[in-house]
């Protein structure tokens, strides 16, 4: 088990999960450096936030020390990696934070098919050129948004379920003041981006501070309605 500290935190991964450039993203403090400067250039007291795409627990966690452990939750479709987030948040002192297992969807209860890749940063559901390669296919519970909306009410959502959130950023989002997406072109080209950005806006949301490469920051404009 490998240990490293980022912005105060300590996250723990097993070798085998060091693939690619992962490594080299923790070591360098580069690891979801976007999303958590974005987060917490906007966070405020008395937020919620909803993190899809929990992976390591480091977006949970950073949360968690500026809203307390009982504003967080998380979702994160592999189980392994479910197990991993939780470990990281209790090792953190944030115990408290609920990650649910599960693969955040548009619509449709009971399980979804989910393509679990040996680096798990890179496991998805099935994009328009199929399964991820060297996915290992396997069922997990399907978690609609609008189902996590209505139960956890949160106001900041932040989202990285590599290419998933073409089908959920599109969908109503009641409540929801902020919204840090890393958004994944490779997957759906920049129409999908384009599409994910017109959906945003269509409810309210203008491009906020903090947006870089392919993480985009959308906020509630002043006077728009969060119902």
């Known amino acids: 088990m490998r240990s490293f500290t980022l912005r105060g935190l300590t996250l723990y991964l097993p070798e085998a999960a060091l693939k690619g450039n992962l490594e080299r993203a923790l070591a360098s403090g580069r690891y979801e450096n976007h999303e958590a400067d974005a987060l917490l250039l906007h966070l405020r007291p008395g937020d919620r936030l909803l993190d899809l795409g929990a992976g390591l627990g480091f977006i949970c966690a950073l949360a968690a020390g500026v809203l307390g452990e009982a504003a967080v939750f998380g979702v994160e479709a592999g189980p392994e990696t479910v197990r991993l987030a939780r470990r990281n948040l209790a090792a953190n002192g944030f115990e408290g934070v609920k990650v649910m297992r599960g693969a955040v969807v548009a619509a449709g209860e009971g399980e979804v098919e989910f393509g679990q890749r040996p680096a798990f940063w890179a496991s998805a559901l099935q994009g328009p050129d199929g399964w991820p390669e060297n996915a290992q296919v396997i069922r997990v519970p399907a978690r609609p948004i609008g189902t996590l909306l209505a139960k956890l009410t949160p106001t900041v959502i932040c989202c990285d379920i590599e290419g998933g959130e073409l089908e959920v950023l599109t969908q109503p989002l009641p409540g929801v003041r902020l919204v840090v997406v890393e958004t994944h072109p490779q997957v759906y ?25 392919d993480t985009l920051v959308f906020r509630r404009s002043c006077g728009a309605g969060t119902e």
């Open 189 to 213: 080209g920049q129409a999908g981006v384009d599409r994910i950005s017109a959906a945003l806006q269509a409810q309210g949301f203008v491009p906020a501070e903090g947006a870089r490469k």
